[in-house]
Nanobody, 126 residues
Framework: VQLQASGGGLVQTGGSLSVSCEAF????????IAWFRQAPGKEREGVSC????????YSSKSVKGRFTISRDNAKNMVYLHMSRLEPEDTAVYYC????????????????????WGQGTQVTVSS
């Protein structure tokens, strides 16, 4: 059982970048998927989540309107498209999968997710 993230890199302020995550050994059909990020010296924070049952999306205030999460169950993949990037978005981005039905107060809790990718670095230069 493995999640493998890819697509990180270096981008200038205002630019766009997409990261993706592929599942191996299990089907994402049964999971709520989320993206988290962790900057140096900071706690891991929830970025966005897409609920399994109905595709409902939660996003943090800091990325709402700029980042879009999506999933392709046929390909067993999840994506995060990031636009209007800012230096504050610099972090290691992690995908996560959980057998949960998230609500507003729970979707961003790392402990709610059972499977994690290895992380991919996103760096936004000013």
């Amino acid at each position: 059982v493995q999640l493998q993230a890819s697509g990180g890199g270096l981008v200038q302020t205002g630019g766009s970048l997409s990261v993706s995550c592929e599942a191996f050994g299990f089907s994402l059909d049964y999971y709520t998927i989320a993206w988290f990020r962790q900057a140096p010296g900071k706690e891991r924070e929830g970025v966005s989540c897409i609920r399994r049952e109905d595709g409902y999306v939660y996003s943090s205030k800091s990325v709402k309107g700029r980042f879009t999460i999506s999933r392709d169950n046929a390909k067993n993949m999840v994506y995060l498209h990031m636009s209007r990037l800012e230096p504050e978005d610099t972090a290691v981005y992690y995908c996560a999968a959980g057998v949960i039905r998230p609500i507003l107060s729970t979707w961003a809790r790392p402990g709610a997710y059972q499977h994690w990718g290895q992380g991919t670095q996103v760096t936004v230069s000013s």
